[in-house]
């Protein structure tokens, strides 16, 4: 029995890092449309209440309250 191993191809560094990268910015994405849609449709809130840090403030403190 022989066992032949292929050649392991070696991926560039540049490669990865964009891989990475773009896996990073669609999940910021994703994070961002379901803030949108969750508060402003489901909500019915202003558009401009999603940017604003006291919303998060207030959605950190209910999550996590004691």
């Known amino acids: 029995m022989r066992q032949d191993k292929k050649p392991v191809k070696k991926r560039s ?5 964009l891989r990475i990268f773009l896996i990073l910015l669609f999940l910021g994405l994703a994070l961002f449309g379901g ?21 998060w403030r207030h959605v950190f403190d209910l999550v996590f309250a004691p």
């Open 35 to 55: 803030a949108v849609v969750g508060y402003v449709v489901l909500g019915k809130q202003d558009f401009s209440d999603v940017l604003e840090w006291s919303t």
């Open 13 to 17: 560094g540049w490669i990865i890092l």
